[in-house]
């Protein structure tokens, strides 16, 4: 299902091609992104060679000049700069098509002919037009073959093997590009950079070593130069070492958080090709690390796009580039077979590389920018050049204006910006850009081993596995001919081009009401997962469940895979007939496993009863070693696992794989099988959750990887999941309670985050008794203490109660720590804390106010509007207390101001946030694009043991508000530049009132000023806006509150430094300081101390200053109590607590020469530091007197 909606959003997406506004476009885009006429800008970040960029206006598409790159033949002419329009490009005005089609094919006519750009000019949109004229090399035509038997496609790979034997530093790319142009020079130039002085270290981490060792090893194959193997072979060991689940993050971590698995395919793939050709290499790499990790992205081959990270299949046609990647894997794959293109590698390698002729539709598209999809998927097509020739045609010449905008005028390549395409990377960068572009000139002459060249001398071969997943009918899904959709018949994709059989092309025709039920079957039965899955969305659409049944029965697994994705959609409750079919899938040894995954997660549709003789067939999948299949069953297991004939057959099975389980993917599938159990008998109930309770305990220490891959912070993740699974049990959290305790004896309330967002009522009466008093004693003390790196909260919770200073935000305080402490309290049931309006009612705030559209022009949807912009004449001192706006022209009126499309609205959008409420009717309208307001207010005392904050409503959501800047008694208070971004929705905008602000609100009457921007998108004009003042009762505070957190929290110390060991598995508090709450008094530390010097240790130190790092900066006075001058470092003995930074600190009285010293541990424990780091010591003298 997951499929087939993610297909059907693109055929959506489609259809916004074929309705491109007719103003412009006379035939549909061929690709999307295109620039849209309706935009107020469209951008083309590099016209090629030409040396300038674009922005494209309204009336579409007015070019306008956005740069002028310096060094380039435009700028040679010194009359070109950024804001001048462009009339013409020699005659031509953008009309028609593509805009960035056109422009490229514009490069190729110039360089074909004189090479003269003739540029009409104007300077402003209404003044004449000049011509400025300039050339640029003359390049010669495309032939019909390019880039084979092409004197242009020659000239630009010289230009640019040219561009790269000249820089001084190589980024990614640049050597494996040098190496496939075949040309001496370019191998010498790469001997120089490689021969000897790689070393033994390695590449780095999966990103680098999959990005730059596929060049050191086709390097080697070529030249078999031995100096290059430590460097492979230190990359191959240090893959091991990182690798775990069966691939890589991007750096080599192990962060199961990432993406929900910790995972990223993106880096591994490359890393997987440099494996395998390592072994090519003769390089003696792990057998298990080259198997799992290669079974482990096979697995994708033909069955859609490669996941993000550890997943299933995606749907749909964007990859960012992962499915050509895997194309060029699976040919490192054939190479090292010693089948060679008779192995199933090389099928499955077609298959993958064909899929870029069907995605190429969604050009750009992908997260981070698209441009990173296209460095692979164009030249992955091109290893089907000879097996599909027009196709490869076909994708060549409709994409080469691509190419020709991406050239520089020095040679050198990198994406324009523009339709989603961020960046313009060339080799500059030293990212994965721009020297992997130019590829698709060189991939035909088949001079690198991943491009097809011949095995070399130097070639090692090696038995993969003869069919790393599935069965020989799994072989099917990589056939690159169409399935018989009846005897005889199957499509004819022969003739595919990219204007009539590239995906958008297919999508407009099966979507067509007139698609016939012929047309629906073949496609039905396409080479392409995804033109199968979307299919199968429209026959499910239409109703047309005979289809679905004749595919179910089809001969060819693509036909029964394809019925599979529409059972979803037949007649509900399922049919024995339809249970049949796929229960015979599943028995069937010789199936598809990509057709028995699919039918056994729609038996989650079936009964009971018709599952009932089948139940050792999914317990069959259960134990399979593949999570996928394993997940798949225990989709199947659904209708079974709370049916009182079967759950003690089944729910201790899926207890046992979860008490064993390392792939988080499987994490939901586990919790979605507890959740059934809510609705069970109790006896279910009760042995669910005793199994689910049995195997939290069963849950290893420390899960592990093959090579070492520290996996601690995996294990708290996936026992953090079988918690969550348990919790979901009916009783679970009680049970959960218990079992934890064992686990975890001296943590007050493990997994806390489950109870404090559970519904209390889940709780059995024992529990719900005990959490406010576990909250108030144990969490609420152990919140104050603990805090984000690298400091507790201590500090930032007292400057926030006492409001002594402004806050200051920063990486690791974005908001107050004080919210989340009254949500505790809150959770206790204590709202004695909460924030509540303070002074004028909300809605009774009557302001003076003026609009206005400035004069300084800003076209909508471009972007934020906050700017300086001229004020109105008169109204400079608009925000002063003395301001007349009566005389100024001002009007009147109450908050909230706004407007939706120039109308009062009820509510701006749904919104239960208090501190915006945007979804309040707008009171006064915003009429223009800039507001000023001012206003005088009464406010009742400001109290201590309170806090006060002034807000900013209307705007607490993504894309929400604009800019804004408010005064207080005509001093600037607060000032946003932008509005509402990405991930900082659902949160105040807000100035937390200081006491150096207290007195402009206790002078009688206040003058609070603000301004501010409508929001003015592309088709939406839109604002809610309101100011306003809170206030909230603090917390308790005080010293004692400040010590009993410190008995909570262990503390870093020399210990633990000792332990942080990265090939040692340890607990983050193993090794910690924990202060028992006591003071013990110390004769020989009482007293003041002030800093004489630094050392590295004590026997370092000299009297006579001669030893460590001077300084006297550090003073400090030891009273009694464990009282020291900074009520956030107390001292018992012979240890320091620094509060702040939660930090236990050794100190060492000594007498030398008869004065009194003091050695202090000077902190900075961090596990980057490693075990054998030695704290510096910070040496004290007594002060006498």
């Not at 994965?432 to 130097?458: C, D, E, M, S």
């Not at 407009?508 to 969305?537: C, F, P, V, W």
């Not at 013990?1080 to 010097?1093: C, E, F, I, R």
Request: with cysteine; hydrophobic share 35%; proline share 5%.
């Amino acid at each position: 299902m997951k499929h087939i909606l993610l297909i059907i959003l693109a055929i959506g997406l489609s259809a916004d091609l074929t309705t491109a506004k007719e103003s412009y476009y006379t035939e549909p885009p061929l690709f999307h992104f295109f620039p849209n006429p309706d935009a107020s800008t469209n951008t083309i970040g590099r016209l090629g060679p030409i040396g300038l960029g674009l922005e494209l206006r309204k009336p579409a598409f007015t070019m306008y000049i956005s740069n002028v790159e310096v060094g380039s033949p435009a700028a040679a002419t010194g009359k070109l700069k950024k804001g001048q329009m462009i009339a013409s490009i020699n005659g031509e005005v953008l009309k028609g098509i593509d805009p960035r089609v056109q422009l490229g094919n514009l490069i190729t006519q110039i360089e074909a002919a004189d090479g003269v750009v003739r540029l009409m000019i104007k300077d402003k949109s209404k003044s004449e037009a000049y011509p400025v004229e300039f050339k640029i090399p003359v390049r010669g035509v495309y032939s019909d073959t390019w880039p084979m038997n092409c004197t242009k496609s020659d000239a630009i790979v010289k230009e640019m093997s040219a561009y790269l034997r000249g820089a001084d530093s190589w980024g990614w790319g640049a050597a494996l590009f040098l190496l496939s142009t075949g040309e001496a020079e370019d191998l010498e130039a790469v001997r120089q950079r490689f021969s000897g002085k790689l070393g033994d270290k390695g590449l780095g981490h999966p990103w680098s070593i999959g990005y730059t060792g596929i060049a050191v090893c086709e390097y080697y194959l070529r030249t078999g130069d031995e100096s290059v193997l430590p460097t492979i072979k230190a990359s191959c060991d240090y893959l091991l070492d990182r690798m775990y689940n069966s691939s890589w993050m991007g750096r080599g971590g192990a962060s199961f958080r990432y993406m929900g698995g910790g995972h990223l395919n993106a880096a591994g793939l490359h890393a997987v090709t440099f494996l395998l050709m390592a072994k090519e290499c003769g390089v003696d790499v792990d057998e298990h690390l080259l198997n799992d990790t290669f079974r482990h992205l096979y697995r994708y081959a033909g069955r859609g796009n490669v996941a993000y990270g550890d997943q299933m299949p995606e749907g749909g046609m964007t990859d960012n580039g992962k499915v050509g990647k895997l194309t060029f894997l699976l040919q490192a794959a054939t190479n090292l077979a010693p089948k060679g293109q008779k192995a199933v590698y090389g099928k499955a390698r077609d298959i993958s590389a064909t899929k870029g002729f069907y995605s190429t539709s969604w050009l750009f598209h992908g997260h981070t920018g698209g441009g990173i999809g296209e460095l692979w998927r164009g030249s992955a097509m091109g290893l089907v050049k000879d097996k599909r020739p027009k196709q490869y045609r076909s994708f060549m010449d409709e994409r080469r204006w691509m190419y020709e905008l991406a050239r520089t005028h020095e040679g050198k390549f990198g994406w324009a910006d523009g339709q989603n395409v961020g960046y313009t990377t060339t080799h500059d960068g030293n990212k994965p850009g721009g020297n992997y572009i130019p590829l698709i000139y060189t991939l035909p002459r088949k001079q690198l081993r991943i491009f097809g060249a011949p095995a070399t001398k130097y070639s090692k071969t090696y038995e993969l596995s003869e069919r790393a997943w599935g069965t020989a009918a799994d072989d099917v899904f990589y056939s690159l001919e169409a399935g018989e959709y009846a005897p005889g018949k199957q499509l004819d994709i022969s003739k595919e081009t990219i204007r009539n059989g590239a995906s958008q092309a297919i999508f407009n025709r099966i979507k067509k009401s007139d698609a016939s039920e012929e047309t629906l079957l073949g496609y039905a039965l396409h080479i392409d997962q995804g033109i199968r899955a979307s299919t199968m969305g429209q026959i499910s659409k239409r109703g047309l469940h005979h289809l679905t049944m004749q595919l179910l029965k089809s001969n060819d697994p693509r036909g029964r895979h394809s019925g599979l994705l529409g059972v979803g959609s037949l007649p509900k409750p399922m049919s024995d007939e339809v249970a049949g079919l796929l229960v015979g899938m599943i028995e069937d040894e010789n199936e598809s496993w990509w057709v028995v995954m699919e039918a056994l997660k729609n038996l989650e549709g079936a009964s009971a009863d018709q599952l009932e003789s089948h139940v050792a067939a999914i317990q069959k999948w259960l134990a399979h070693d593949d999570w996928w299949l394993q997940a798949c069953a225990m989709k199947a297991a659904t209708p079974l696992v709370v049916d009182k004939r079967f759950y003690k057959q089944l729910i201790p099975h899926i207890a046992k794989r979860m008490a064993s389980n390392q792939r988080p993917g499987l994490n939901g599938y586990f919790q979605s099988i507890a959740g059934l159990t809510r609705n069970a008998d109790a006896p279910i109930q009760k042995f669910a959750k005793e199994q689910f309770a049995n195997a939290y305990a069963d849950y290893p220490e420390v899960i592990s990887a093959p090579g070492g891959q520290d996996m601690s912070s995996g294990t708290e993740y996936m026992l953090r999941s079988v918690a969550g699974t348990l919790a979901e049990t009916p009783g679970g959290l009680d049970a959960l309670y218990e079992v934890a305790k064992v686990r975890f004896p001296d943590v007050s309330l493990p997994h806390k985050d489950l109870y404090l967002k559970a519904d209390m009522s889940r709780l059995g009466p024992k529990l719900k008794g005990s959490m406010k008093q576990i909250i108030v004693e144990d969490l609420i003390p152990e919140y104050i203490g603990k805090g984000n790196h690298p400091e507790s909260n201590r500090g930032y919770l007292i400057n926030e109660a006492t409001s002594s200073e402004p806050l200051k935000w920063n990486y690791y305080y974005r908001e107050p720590r004080m919210a989340a402490l009254v949500e505790l309290y809150q959770r206790a049931g204590v709202d004695d804390y909460n924030w509540h309006d303070f002074g004028p009612k909300w809605k009774d705030m009557q302001w003076q106010y003026f609009t206005f559209n400035p004069p300084e022009k800003k076209l909508p949807g471009t972007g934020t509007r906050y700017r300086k912009v001229t004020l109105p004449q008169g109204m400079e001192d608009w925000y002063q207390a003395d301001f007349d706006a009566q005389k100024a022209g001002w009007k009147a009126g109450k908050q909230p101001f706004g407007q939706l499309n120039g109308k009062l609205v009820d509510r701006l959008r749904g919104c239960k946030l208090d501190f915006c409420r945007c979804d309040n009717p707008m009171h006064t309208l915003w009429e223009n694009e800039v507001m000023l307001m001012n206003g005088t207010f009464k406010f009742p005392p400001f109290k201590e043991g309170h806090r006060y904050r002034l807000l900013i409503g209307g705007m607490s959501h993504v894309h929400g508000g604009d800019g804004f800047r408010v005064y207080v008694g005509g001093k600037q208070m607060l000032e946003r530049s932008t509005g509402v971004g990405k991930r900082q929705g659902a949160k105040p905008l807000v100035y937390y009132i200081d006491k150096e602000w207290w007195p402009d609100f206790q002078q009688g009457e206040t003058t609070i000023a603000a301004t501010s921007f409508l929001r003015m998108d592309e088709k939406t004009t839109r604002r809610h806006f309101s100011v306003w003042l809170q206030e909230m009762k603090v917390p308790p505070m005080d010293q004692s509150v400040i010590l009993n957190s410190a008995t909570k929290v262990p503390m870093r110390s020399a210990g633990w430094q000792a332990m942080q060991d990265p090939d040692r598995n340890v607990g983050p508090d193993e090794g910690k300081f924990v202060w028992d709450g006591k003071f013990v008094a110390n004769p020989k530390v009482q007293g003041s101390w002030v800093q004489l010097a630094t050392v590295k240790s004590i026997d370092e130190f000299n009297p006579e200053g001669k030893g460590g790092k001077q300084s006297s900066s550090l003073k400090i006075t030891f009273n009694g109590q464990g009282a020291t001058h900074d009520g956030l470092i107390i001292w018992s003995d012979k240890m320091m607590l620094n509060l702040r930074k939660n930090e236990a600190l050794k100190m060492t009285p000594k007498t030398i020469k008869g004065k009194e010293y003091l050695f202090i541990e000077a902190g900075g424990f961090h596990s980057k530091h490693g075990p054998d780091w030695q704290v510096p010591l910070h040496v004290m003298q007594r002060k006498q007197g």
